[in-house]
């Protein structure tokens, strides 16, 4: 276990995160910076005069039109920077057994997820709980913008990748080194909630945080969790797209409540039977490191 000074153990779970939200912000920055000095070469060019009411109108659906771009270089750049922090990560982690990941556990994590997924769809449809978070509505719109290509590649892979990355990866084996696993999970579920900066994602986000880390504690193989991720994420998107193919404005949210509640049980069900607990093979051999690293 890496010995720190607790501020320095809170700096160095705080500081990914921090990364993770500046990355977001950077790119909507730069991107909103080359868009403006666009339209005023083109006003200068057309001797057109833009007042600050127009350029916050086209800002704005700028923003909204390209958000998905967004995403997609914040997610790609998340990635190539939480993949080289998580090599060195691991090199101060435990080696485990039983941590491979088999076929029959992985397609029966997709089902799960996917059908936890539509469970929450569900309730939602049920109890209309969208009215009373109304910023909620406003992301719902952001994530059903560009193509669905574009919306499977960024929300439904390179998204859940960097995310996980960063909150399991990272976070979460960084409060290992000075927190009971239990409590670990619950601060680094809270913690994920909250980077979706939103009450009602951050709500559900804890609950599916403490799952992912829940996976990730008794498999000890950050794929867990990723495939999880994916697999939930992925039938958000797919469901409402083919909801929308086939022009049904309205479901059964009983019908697919009870259906996904059952699956749902029959694959942990399976899961625990099929599945072994990662097993300690043996402590990190780096007992202590110097503050400087981290």
């Excluded at 127009?54 to 704005?60: F, T």
Aim: aromatic share 12%; glycine share 6%; charged share 15%.
């Amino acid at each position: 276990m890496r010995k720190y000074s607790i501020p320095r153990q809170i700096w160095r779970v705080i500081y990914p995160l921090l990364i993770f939200v500046g990355v977001q912000l950077i790119v909507v920055f730069v991107a909103t910076i080359a868009y403006g000095v666009v339209l005023g070469v083109q006003a200068a060019t057309g001797g057109v005069t833009l007042d600050l009411t127009i350029i916050q109108v086209l800002a704005e659906e700028f923003l909204f039109d390209y958000n998905m771009w967004f995403m997609l270089a914040s997610s790609v750049i998340g990635i190539l920077i939480f993949a080289l922090m998580w090599r060195k990560e691991r090199t101060y982690i435990p080696l485990y057994d039983n941590t491979k990941l088999k076929p029959l556990p992985a397609v029966l994590m997709v089902l799960l997820f996917a059908g936890l997924n539509f469970i929450l769809l569900s309730v939602v449809g049920l109890t209309n709980l969208i009215q009373h978070f109304p910023s909620y509505e406003q992301v719902v719109q952001l994530l059903s913008g560009g193509s669905l290509v574009l919306r499977i590649l960024v929300v439904g892979l390179l998204a859940p990748v960097a995310e996980e990355l960063l909150c399991r990866g990272l976070v979460l084996n960084r409060l290992f080194d000075w927190m009971p696993k239990w409590a670990a999970a619950l601060v680094g579920s809270a913690l994920f909630g909250i980077v979706h900066f939103n009450l009602f994602q951050a709500l559900y986000a804890f609950v599916l945080g403490i799952m992912f880390s829940l996976l990730y504690i008794r498999h000890r193989n950050l794929l867990m969790p990723i495939i999880a991720h994916v697999a939930f994420n992925l039938a958000n998107v797919i469901l409402i797209e083919v909801l929308e193919a086939a022009g049904v404005e309205e479901f059964s949210a009983w019908l697919l409540l009870i259906s996904s509640f059952l699956v749902a049980a029959v694959c942990i069900a399976l899961l625990l039977k099929h599945t072994k607990a990662s097993v300690l093979i043996q402590e990190s051999k780096i007992e202590k490191v110097i503050d400087t690293e981290g």
